[in-house]
């Protein structure tokens, strides 16, 4: 058939189905895997946008054969799957299920998985193309990456593409990251690997381009002559969970404001890309990241939080310090805040505020734009005592959408003035729902298309920026001063309310 010119083969509204490929999990039993991978590659075959053939190969240490990792897929995809059960997708996707029992310093288990593969690519026509998810802690990273590498699994050809998947933590600090992607870079090439983070497969963080870069009505004040300062709020009210060895120790600054928050923030305050192609984007986020600066003293400019006793959806819950498995005296931060600045004309003299914390009022993430005062009110004191400032939210969950904040007239006899919102609603707006960020970004890899990635230079300088707030604390700890308490079911510690009204401000009650 011949191609038809007109058509741009990256044409994103011609439906985005991915090629002949499959797909290795590895650490199929962790939450990752269950709750999010699996449920996605399900969703994504239910809405056709896996090929006919697809392949997921399970690999774990458990004594499990085929139809018991078929099973364990099943339960994940009954239980979290956004869309609905369908008996002919179950039938079709589970045929390409396999499963490989191992250990990752086993040399006989890697051999078996290339056999394995080398069959579903015979009876399955995957073609030789095939991503290796590593859903496991990042210290055996290495292990798993040598292995691939030493059992002729990770060469891309012309004819066949090998990619690896990683997960956050990318590393712990600056080294260690730099460390990892050495690993990773010393058996992949740059263009082969692909970093999840979550957020930028959202469809709100991804509308963050599309409403500046699409319209003319927001750039031209978006900039330190009309904006007074920027807002960005990641707040759950979930406490750990079951998770206390992977997040003592870690805290929140490094679970998600060197990953999920200053992403956000490049794509908020980054300049317009040339174009959506993955270089041209990465560029600009990396420009941005690099001109953000702390301040000096970060005693005051940033401040951390430990959940202690309250509640939470009507229900009491525990302190941080009472959860199951975490030290009786340990320091690590659950809620995290930090004042950033950015040394560019753009936003000189405009503060970003990040803050992210656990079991605080209500599960809410936002980046609210707060504007300058009008320069000039020709209005009585008393008749603008109500208006605040304009502000620009944008809303990323739950509750998806944009609220322009502004002054109106309140109706009646006298000039009163209040605020009042305008509000995007997606659901009023859209019949689609939103897919979920993870069938986004498994396709993007499935399709070898890496805008919504971040690249090594964006983690590194991620951790560039953060590292100090973190040695700042670690040797406040050493002084004994710890993280400050903070009720569940609160807005966090009052160092960090303490931390705004400092500059003349307050945060936002979402
Ligand atoms: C993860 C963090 O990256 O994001 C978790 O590790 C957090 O601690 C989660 O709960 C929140 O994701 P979402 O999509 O529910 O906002």
């Not at 039993?29 to 809405?47: E, F, H, Q, W």
């Not at 310090?321 to 009786?328: F, K, M, S, V």
């Not at 993280?483 to 009650?509: I, N």
Request: hydrophobic share 40%; proline share 6%.
């Amino acid at each position: 058939m011949l191609e038809n010119p007109l058509r741009d083969p990256r044409d994103r509204r011609l439906p985005r189905i991915a090629g002949p490929c499959g797909m290795v999990l590895f650490g199929v039993t962790g939450d990752l895997s269950r709750k999010k991978v699996m449920p996605a590659i399900y969703d994504l075959a239910n809405r056709g946008l896996l090929p006919p053939g697809f392949s997921l190969v399970g690999f774990a240490r458990r004594d499990w054969a085929d139809q018991d990792f078929a099973q364990v897929v099943h339960d994940s995809v009954k239980q979290y799957a956004r869309t609905e059960f369908r008996e002919e997708v179950w039938e079709q996707l589970s045929e390409g299920f396999r499963f490989v029992p191992g250990d990752f310093d086993s040399d006989d288990s890697f051999d078996h998985l290339r056999r394995v593969i080398e069959e579903l690519d015979e009876i399955r026509g995957t073609g030789g193309n095939h991503a290796f998810y590593l859903a496991i802690p990042p210290a055996a990273f290495g292990k798993v990456v040598s292995q691939l590498q030493r059992h002729a699994l990770t060469e891309s050809s012309p004819d066949r593409w090998r990619r690896v998947v990683v997960e956050k933590p990318f590393g712990h600090d600056l080294r260690s990251a730099q460390e990892l992607n050495g690993i990773l870079h010393s058996v992949f090439p740059d263009g082969s690997i692909f970093r999840i983070d979550h957020y930028l497969g959202k469809e709100t963080v991804q509308n963050i381009m599309a409403m500046r870069f699409a319209n003319a009505m927001f750039e031209p004040v978006w900039n330190a002559n009309y904006v007074d300062h920027v807002q960005i709020t990641m707040a759950e009210d979930v406490g750990i969970g079951g998770r206390a060895g992977y997040y003592d120790g870690i805290g929140a600054a490094r679970d998600v404001i060197q990953n999920h928050l200053l992403q956000l923030m490049a794509l908020v305050a980054m300049e317009e890309p040339v174009s959506f192609d993955a270089s041209a984007l990465r560029v600009e986020k990396q420009k941005l990241l690099s001109s953000i600066r702390l301040p000096e003293d970060l005693a005051v400019t940033t401040a951390r939080g430990q959940y202690a006793a309250g509640w939470a959806g009507g229900e009491k819950v525990v302190g941080f310090l009472d959860e199951d498995g975490i030290a009786r005296d340990s320091t690590t931060e659950t809620y995290a805040a930090v004042t950033l600045h950015v040394d560019n004309r753009r936003w000189a003299g405009v503060p970003f505020y990040l803050r992210t914390g656990k079991r605080l009022g209500r599960r809410v993430t936002e980046v609210a734009v707060v504007f300058k005062r009008a320069p000039h009110l020709p209005f009585t004191q008393s008749a603008t005592a109500e208006l605040t400032q304009n502000a620009l939210v944008i809303r990323i969950q739950p509750d998806e959408g944009l609220t322009m904040r502004f002054g109106s007239k309140v109706p009646g006899t006298q000039m009163e003035i209040r605020d009042v919102n305008m509000d995007f609603a997606y659901g009023g707006s859209f019949t689609e729902s939103s897919p979920e960020a993870y069938e986004r970004l498994i396709l993007d890899v499935l399709l070898g298309d890496p805008p919504l990635f971040p690249r090594h230079e964006e983690v590194e300088l991620s951790w560039q920026i953060l590292d100090p707030v973190l040695d700042f604390w670690a040797a406040q700890d050493t002084k004994g001063v710890g993280p400050e308490a903070y009720a569940s079911g609160y807005w966090g510690p009052s160092s960090a309310d303490a931390m705004l009204e400092r500059d003349g401000r307050v945060w936002r009650r979402p």
